[in-house]
């Protein structure tokens, strides 16, 4: 797909997003949600894992704050942000944040709303949005407190704490923290294995964890799902052949 505002590689198994906006530090215009929304629409077209990444050392430094400026009460009841990062946390499979350098105000929104993050050492998350007379009010909100709980969702929306690294590798907002040129390979390493499962599986598993108000039902339905693939017969096929050699 051709796009302005990022590089979109596509794989056989994974799409890859670079946002491509270096010189104003990647922040989320208007015509990087209209293309983001394209991938969204490819990705549920044609189910692959997505590989969130930035250009020029930089994640997302947050959303384009002449365009907020100009922003009124419809545009806010509209959700701009909130419905492309609610869209992209709904994706089939799954997607993962490479955060390198700053994610701030909608760009760390944008890492929260995907389902794993790695980060380089020069990762700072942060929503210094009440600075500017808004809130965090595309997700961070209640998705941050979920991620790390609470009190430290409080002190980064309240009270202005950024995290960095090693922070959010201690509170579990990453899965892991490595060089920065290593980022591309580590991210890539965790598609790899997940890549390794079954998608139905992976595409059932997430739609369970997500659902709200989990219930022992969604699982019992879920698995009858997976119990009847040939995926499944043939994955512990293998399995059992392996233990037996």
């Known amino acids: 797909m051709s796009a302005a505002t990022l590089e979109v590689e596509e794989r056989e198994d994974r799409v890859v ?3 491509n906006r270096p010189e104003a530090r990647n922040a989320i215009n208007a015509a990087m949600i209209g ?29 384009d704050i002449a365009e907020l400026r ?5 545009e806010a009841l509209r959700g701009i942000n909130s419905r492309l990062f609610d869209r992209i946390a709904k994706l089939p499979l799954p997607t993962v944040a490479a ?12 890492a929260y709303a995907c389902d ?17 007379g808004i809130l965090a009010g595309a997700g961070a909100c209640w998705r941050l407190g979920a991620l790390v709980g609470g ?25 892991d923290v490595v060089e920065p040129a290593d980022l591309p390979a580590r991210a ?21 964890l997500d659902a709200p108000g989990a219930h022992p039902l969604a699982d019992d339905l879920a698995q009858a799902v997976l119990f009847e693939t040939e995926d499944k017969r043939d994955r512990m096929t293998r399995f059992l052949e392996r233990r037996r050699s």
Request: hydrophobic share 45%; charged share 20%.
């Open 116 to 132: 794993l993050r790695i980060a380089s050492h020069t990762a700072v998350f942060g929503n210094p949005e009440p600075g500017l």
């Open 151 to 175: 009190s430290v969702a409080k002190q980064v929306l309240l009270a202005g704490r950024s995290l960095d690294a090693a922070d959010a590798l201690r509170f579990g907002l990453v899965a």
């Open 99 to 110: 955060v390198d350098g700053y994610a701030l105000g909608g760009g760390a929104e944008l």
């Open 35 to 63: 293309e983001l929304h394209d991938v969204c629409a490819l990705l549920e077209s044609t189910p692959r894992m997505l590989l969130l990444t930035g250009a020029g050392g930089a994640f997302a430094g947050g959303a």
């Open 188 to 208: 890539h390493a965790m598609l790899d294995r997940m890549g390794r499962s079954s998608p139905a599986a992976l595409r059932l598993t997430k739609l369970v």
């Open 70 to 74: 100009e922003r009124g009460r419809e």
């Open 17 to 19: 997003v670079t946002l």
